[in-house]
Structures are given as C-alpha cells and as structure tokens.
C-alpha cells in the first residue's frame, strides 16, 4: 500500500532522515519506534506532503501511484499536494492531536470529511461513532473543552471521516493515562479490524509492539532494525532501549 525509498529529509542545512525505506502492505498495522527527534514525525510529515525530501532519488508509492519522485510507469515527477494526497485516502492524525479547539465535535468532524466528493451523511458519522461512542455523546461540545483523551479520539474520528485506506497516527497515546492508552489502542485494532491500514508511530514501543504485524525502528534518521513485531518485542537490544527492562 506504501513504500519509502531513499527518503531523505533536511530542516535547512540539518539532516533528519538519512535515506530511509519502509512499507505498509494492504491490512497491516506497522509501527515506526524509536527515541525523540529520531525523525518519526518528519518521515510521516513528509509522507503526507507536508514536507518534501531533500534528494531528488526519494520515493513515496502510495497504492501504486508515486505521490513524491519518479519510477518505472510514471513519466513525470510528481510532488503531490497534502490534499490530493488525503483525496488519494491518505490521512494523518498529527502529534499533538491539533482539533480545532473553538469548534464544536461535530464541525471538527465536519472538516476531516471537506476532502472527500460529496457531503458526508449520517453513515459517516455513525462509523466514527461505532469505534468513539464517547464523540456522540459529546457531539455538540466545543473540541477545546475536551480531555486530552477525548481529544485524541475527536482527532482520529476526523481522519475517519475522509475513509482513508491508509491511517498515519503520530503518538497518539502521548500524555495520556494508563488506562485511556489501552482504550485508544483498542480502538486502533479495531479501526484496523474494520480495514483501515495503519502505520503507527510511538515512544510507547511496548503496546506499539503489542498490536502491531511488523515494525521499523528509527534512530537519529537512520533505520537500524525491522521485522516482525512479535520478534522486536524479544530482541534483547529492543528490550534495553525501549521496553525499559
Ligand atoms: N521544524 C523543525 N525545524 C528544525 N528541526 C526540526 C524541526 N522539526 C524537527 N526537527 C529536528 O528533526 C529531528 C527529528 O525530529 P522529529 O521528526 O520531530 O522526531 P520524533 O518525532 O521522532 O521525536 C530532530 O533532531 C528535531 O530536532
Ligand atoms: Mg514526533
């Protein structure tokens, strides 16, 4: 479904990813561990067009079609735009959640579904209420009043609303509590149960892990290790660097 080849990223004249590849296969959850500023955030930025890579040899395929660079069956170079990117069904719940705080859940959702062709209808809000009944209940309270959990939920039901294939989803279990970081990785298995692709970024490696088919890890820009989830979460580095043990 994707594939990074030779991604390379710079913020001016400091390289943050130094020539990375991964891929997500159709119906994967495949997560991207690693430290802070080892460039997690950059590579799913750049993924979704919001940055562009710095070498001309960089190459993000995204079902089949090149949404950066140029290959084989392509015949010019394309550098897509975020939103024909999200129109491709691509979406991306950003670090940090960013709802719109002064507009209510329901004009938040609104917003995530402006991408797609025609107006979204009631099944659209009723799939993001199967998987957040907590949004429903709270359908017409400002996002900013929310918890930090509900906002987390309010961000992924907006991705949810443009029907993406694939979910780019950054920390989101970052400042919540113990028990609203399962909750919300729950709800992860079952967005993926329900046939949305994922590729999961988190410091959380242990539940990362946990509900993941195969990961990558990154360390300052650099992939240094990938396989299968359940084998990372034996590998005795893995364990000393990320799982605390
Ligand atoms: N807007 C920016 N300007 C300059 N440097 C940045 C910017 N954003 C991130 N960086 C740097 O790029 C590196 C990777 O950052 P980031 O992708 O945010 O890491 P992560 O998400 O893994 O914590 C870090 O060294 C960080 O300081
Ligand atoms: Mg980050």
New binding site residues.
């Given amino acids: 479904m994707l594939k990074l080849e030779n991604l390379e990223v710079c ?1 001016g004249s ?1 390289k ?1 990813l130094h020539g990375i590849s991964l891929e997500v296969k159709t119906g994967e959850i495949v997560a991207l561990i ?1 430290a ?7 590579t799913l930025r750049t993924i979704s067009g919001l940055l562009k890579p710095s070498n001309k040899d960089s190459k993000i395929v995204f079902k089949e079609k090149y949404i950066y660079g140029t290959g084989e069956g392509s015949r010019k170079y394309e550098s897509m735009l975020p939103h024909k990117i999200v129109e491709m069904g691509l979406s991306h719940v950003p670090e940090g959640r960013r709802v719109f705080p002064e507009m209510s859940v329901y004009e938040n959702l609104l917003m995530g579904a402006h991408s797609r062709k025609g107006k979204p209808g009631q099944a659209d809000f009723d799939r993001v209420f199967h998987h957040f009944p907590r949004l429903k209940e709270r359908i017409k309270q400002m996002a900013g009043t929310l918890s930090g959990g509900e906002q987390q939920m309010l961000a992924m039901g907006r991705a949810l609303m443009a029907h993406p294939d694939l979910l780019l989803l950054d920390e989101p279990s970052m400042g919540l509590a113990p028990m609203l970081v399962e909750e919300i990785f729950h709800i992860i298995e079952d967005i993926n149960a329900a046939g949305t692709t994922i590729l999961l970024v988190e410091q959380n490696a242990h539940l990362a892990l946990e509900i993941s088919n195969r990961a990558y890890v990154l360390e300052t820009g650099e992939i240094v290790l990938e396989g299968r989830a359940q084998d990372l979460a034996q590998n005795e580095d893995i364990r000393k660097a990320y799982l605390g043990e």
């Avoid at 802070?36 to 950059?42: E, R």
Wanted: glycine share 28%; no cysteine.
């Fill in positions: 913020y400091i943050a690693g802070n500023g080892a460039g997690k955030s950059t």
